[in-house]
């Protein structure tokens, strides 16, 4: 079993519409939790950071984290076309050391 | 947010060459960077982690006479793939931890090095 499970995908969506993420992970060590965005041939670039459960609010983007289920997710309201990339969930524990999930392919049709 | 560079950012050589990347944090001091490698459609696999000053630490399975990590400063890791071979072909990621103000301790990436051996 992975340390962290995500759906791969792929995802595809009409513009406007709410992209729903999650993942999974198994590892109680994890303290911190991020959602990044992929483009083809790009690094990730950081979207959401959190540290505790709860949601955390970023514009069009809501991250969700239930330490108790081990569970988090993202949220992208109001889609773009310009949102279609592959979104990757990452955590990590004490050791800074980030454990990522498979990454989910997001197409948002015009 | 924080920026970090990556040089080059594509690289195409014979087997047997060796290939230095540079991971470089622009706009802060990063005393750890992390080396990735990603295959087409897969996630990112950490490689080693590069403490400034210090040895870097290797996961399990990397080779560290193949992938050799230099931390010279606090803004610039280096990643030399010695005497690659085809199945080294890969995309090369670093990240940079900028722990900010102790709250928002996160990690930066680089655009990524696109490295083919033929």
């Known amino acids: 079993q992975k340390e962290v499970e995500q759906d791969p995908g792929p995802l595809s969506v009409p513009e406007g519409a709410i992209v729903s993420l999650n993942c999974t992970y198994s590892?109680?060590?994890?303290?911190?939790f991020m959602w990044y965005r992929q483009y083809s041939r790009k690094g990730p670039e950081l979207l959401m950071y959190?540290?505790?459960?709860g949601n955390k609010e970023d514009g069009r983007f809501t991250a969700q984290v239930d330490k108790s289920s081990k569970y988090i997710s993202l949220f992208i309201r109001d889609s773009q076309p310009s949102d279609s990339a592959t979104y990757l969930c990452?955590?990590?524990?004490?050791?800074?050391?980030?454990?990522f999930g498979a990454g989910t392919t997001v197409t948002v049709r015009a | 947010g924080a920026v970090v560079s990556q040089h080059p950012s594509r690289v195409i050589c014979k087997s047997g060459t060796s290939v230095k990347i540079e991971c470089r944090s622009l706009d802060f001091q990063a005393t750890t960077m992390f080396w990735y490698r990603q295959f087409p459609k897969q996630s990112l696999m950490l490689m080693a982690t590069s403490n400034e000053g210090s040895k870097a630490t290797y996961e399990q399975g990397v080779e560290k006479d193949k992938f050799l990590i230099n931390h010279a400063s606090l803004t610039l890791s280096t990643l030399t793939v010695a005497s690659a071979h085809p199945e080294d072909s890969s995309f090369y990621i670093c990240?940079?931890?900028?722990?900010?103000?102790?709250?928002?301790?996160?990690?930066?990436f680089g655009p990524g090095t696109r490295l083919t051996v033929l």
């Open positions: 990240s940079a931890r900028d722990p900010g103000d102790g709250t928002t301790d996160t990690q930066y």
């Open positions: 990452a955590m990590s524990a004490n050791d800074y050391k980030l454990s």
């Open positions: 959190t540290y505790s459960s």
């Open positions: 590892n109680s060590a994890f303290q911190y």
